[in-house]
């Protein structure tokens, strides 16, 4: 059974950051490909960026761009996030799917039980 557990999230302030982790197991989890996906509250979950076993990585969302940094070894897969801002706040969820990113960013078969990003201003 795949399964994926995140961690690393909590309160910062504005300007501040924080580094996601997430661990698969269940696995080898070679060509399958890992990403995070957030939802705030009262809205829809959106992909934030993906990281494939092979190939460039994958991102969806504009505004974290040059913020946020996705990196992954093996089962392990990382978010750095720098510059955080109030609207970064939400429920981080880590997840996975075999083969390719998805499309849409938020199409994924494995998902963890997410871990919350809140950001003061």
């Known amino acids: 059974q795949v399964q994926v557990v995140e961690s690393g999230g909590g309160l910062v302030q504005a300007g501040g950051s924080l580094n996601l982790s997430c661990t698969g197991s269940?696995?080898?989890?070679?060509?399958?490909?890992m990403g995070w996906v957030r939802q705030a509250p009262g809205k829809e979950r959106e992909g934030v960026s993906c990281?494939?076993?092979?190939?460039?990585v994958a991102w969806f969302v504009d505004s974290v761009k040059g913020r946020f940094t996705i990196s992954r070894n093996h089962a392990k897969l990382y978010l750095q996030m720098n510059n955080l801002k109030p609207e970064d706040t939400a429920m981080y969820y880590c997840?996975?799917?075999?083969?390719?990113?998805?499309?849409?960013?938020?199409?994924?078969?494995?998902w963890g039980q997410g871990t919350q990003v809140t950001v003061s201003s």
């Open positions: 990281a494939p076993w092979h190939g460039a």
């Open positions: 269940g696995s080898p989890f070679t060509n399958y490909a």
């Open positions: 997840a996975a799917r075999y083969g390719s990113c998805p499309g849409s960013g938020d199409e994924y078969n494995y």
